[in-house]
């Protein structure tokens, strides 16, 4: 892979990564039904990229990383669940901002966490994020879909962030793909119970959708994203993965008629500064490292 086919397969794996609301919305079965769905269409086309992948590594799980991954499949249950929930509530643009909040929760866990001193320029990203948040909801008011969209989608913000810290603790083992299998196969056995009775009420179109879900915008966007880390730095996979909210939002615009107003563009801008400024952040502490594949 060139970089230039890399930067083409990281815009692909962003622009699929936005699709995950548009399909969410598509999709007329539960949050539950849509999650657990997502989960086994996704376990299916990370097996076959480990599968077919000659350089994909595969490593014994130790108790350690067993426990971790267990904790990191039970956040991401919460983080999807709660996104989609968001999603039929308010429409896939909130959900779509509410959601791109994580790095201002990252950034406050990580000082709580580990103690770490937060910066001055992090504290700036929590303020833009805030300010975000605050232009995108259009009134505070707990009776009003929006409102409460949006804070399903701020919770889904939450659990990524607490996702991303607890995969980041134990990334140095587990190779990102095996990592990505093993935390679907955990989703998948968590709602489980409350799929099966569903399984009758979803029509053939939504399994089309749910398919798409978890085949295009997690397997092939998650494997999409490691195979460009071999060619692309890290700091540039991040900054081109924050261009997710605005294919989301502009899907959404075209398919839903979900047009944004200026005060939600304007909280959406800061948003996506805030989101560039941590990745870079993050790049100049990991110099070296790998970049951890996201999750949404």
Known sequence: MTPRTALGALHIGALMFGLTGVFGKLAAASPTM????????????????ARFAGRTPWRTLRARDA??????????????????????IAGVAIATLGFASFPAFTV????????ERIRANEVLL??????????????????????????????????????SLTNRAGSEHVPPVQAALCQNVVVAACLLPMAVPQLGEVRPVDWLWIGLLGVFCTGVAHSLFVASLAVIKARTAAVVFAMEP?????????????EP?????????????????????????KSGMGAEAPSH
């Open 34 to 49: 849509i999650v657990f769905g997502r989960a086994v269409f996704a376990v299916l086309a990370l097996a076959t990229f």
């Open 261 to 285: 107003t200026l005060r939600m563009l304007l909280g959406g801008v800061l948003i996506i500064v805030a989101i560039v400024v941590s990745s870079q952040l993050a790049s100049s502490r």
């Open 246 to 258: 605005v294919y989301g939002i502009t899907m959404a615009w075209l398919l839903f008629g979900e």
């Open 108 to 115: 406050l866990l990580e000082g709580l966490i580990f103690r």
């Open 67 to 88: 426990r971790r991954l267990l904790l990191s499949g039970l956040l991401l249950t919460g983080h999807w669940v709660s996104f989609f929930l968001s999603v039929k």
């Open 126 to 163: 929590v303020v833009l994020v805030s300010i975000g948040l605050v232009l995108v909801t259009p009134a505070f008011d707990l009776a009003s879909g929006a409102t409460t969209g949006l804070l399903w989608s701020v919770a889904s913000g939450l659990l990524f962030a607490l996702l």
